[in-house]
């Protein structure tokens, strides 16, 4: 029973959630770095109800709206800059994974007094960060709730986290309707990210009656989401069940941390620049498999949350959420598993694999 | 999917935490006020492990040693009051429900700049409180990650929450080898209490798929620890699964409150003195079975995390653990349930009981 266990970002769920409580973003500061991409915040409302909330509370605001996919360091220097440039002292970030991402790394180097520079942005001890409230238009990532920003990393190529207490969202909100118009692939890819946290959960080190108890509902609100003909449901319960699901997994891996999965799964987003979430996907029933070997148990209470007898039928129902898979040359499996060997999540592992092991998930995955 | 979570305690749990993560207090302040009973943090060895840490911290302390069960009013304001005499400037609340409670309440009040008169302790809207970190020496309030301080509140005749976020402990240390030498009753009252949080946090209107997650698993936890012969068992693993799952339940009401059973519960401890986790598991099965008229499906939820089919096995469970039902005079349940019907908690219950309701549940359960 030894585990810690933290998560103090305040949620608000719910239909119209940004409008009704607003108010709560009034402590947070005087002007906001408002963070997202290019174009989806525009589309789903979610930046107009973000504006409607600033402006009655009275505060002000600048926009920081060149956030891209896999956000670089680059980016986050950059929206940090405009937020000491704008007087900004505290940032909103509206997306998914990429946007939130890149606001809590702008709120941490906004407030550095001296400049960070950006070969010590991983390893720099920060002890202020500007307050940060989240609004995920995704289901997957769960960053509204983690204390993690994680940034392309082109001197290490790879992807890396920033991981600090102070990166955790004051306040996160959870509107589905922002997720009406979701591609079919985001969608699929998002959810497979969210169960890949949460299964990762119950097989990392750090698991605990806390994090289970989250995991196994995360887990569970996915697989209702799944039909004969995978995720094909897009209805409004939909919607709601998979943010709610990504949201509790980000709880998750926010104490848990995320294991070997993620470890192999930063190669094929960084080399083959395969989706995060499928990325995980691809890998997960592999990793399950090997697991398996010497923790039967827990893998039988990870399959039981999903209605699954074995491991094969895990894995057969994510071909089937997750489509064609890509093929690596036997070059880049020995590569992408000698990077894996020293990524820091591995040691997160229930069952932590050898380099061999890494070598065989990833050669039964995509050899 | 309309919800609000919030629960900023970071705990430690396992074995020796204290003296292993003691360290983390630095940050509360200089010295400390720890509030305890008389005799039980003495004998269990938490208070010898809290001094440890605040030595180790060159933190100085004062113990108040005075915290009675049901605390009073008057306990909460002279603990406040030597919090100012002698300086501390944080709170170290060490025990059972009660001293957890009135540290918290003596958190409250010792911060305030202007004295807050005993008449407007449960009115008035705080600003500020000394950071409390708690230590729980049983396994059933969950006090030490909610939000709340129980007092007995004589003017009003009942017991009284006084509910504020900034109430909640910002570390909880979990160690359940303090909980080696309580008495059977004591074992047993505090888990119902723990199982009557989290079976009522399923039963709020403030319900979320959170909240239920952890409810769910607490409920688990508990039934894990129930054979045949009751709550005999009381080896080091059922005492660690009590006091996890008190903690889970605790978490569940940070979000859901309490409902219709507390509100009456709080009338048998405050005039027929029966201890408030009993008073609750008195209660529950017949308010289950109340609720199930309308909600049949929520309640199978409840039972299936038990592996029980009706309520009548959940009611012969509860009477398994808590022996001899005290009895009520008719003119005492009338008196109970007008008093209830008053209680603030009474809207949280999904099925809102109406007065001839609450008859019937202490009529059926005590009369």
Redesign the interface.
Known sequence: ???????????????H?LAE?GAALKHLGTKALIVTGARSAKANGSLDDALKALAANGQAYSIYDRVMSNPTIACAYEGASEARLNGCDFVLAIGGGSPMDAGKAMALLAAQEKPVPPSEIFTTAYERALPVAAVPTTAGTGSEVTQYAILTNDAAETKTSLANPLLFPRIAF?D?AYLRGLKKTVTVNTAVDALSHAVEGMLSVRA???S???A???IA?ITTCIGASGLSDTSGETR?KL???S??AG?VIANTGTTAVHAMGYSLTYYKNIDHGKANGLLLARFLAFTERTRKERIAEILSCMHLKTVEEFARLLDGLLGKREKLSAAEIKHYAEKACKAANIANSLVRPEKDDLLEVLQSSLG
Not at 4 to 15: A, D, K, W
């Open positions: 029973m030894k585990f810690q266990y933290c998560m103090p970002t305040r949620i608000f769920s719910g239909e959630c409580n959870l589905a605990s009656s806390v289970d108890a989250l196994k509902e995360s609100l709601w943010l709610c699901a949201t509790l709880m």
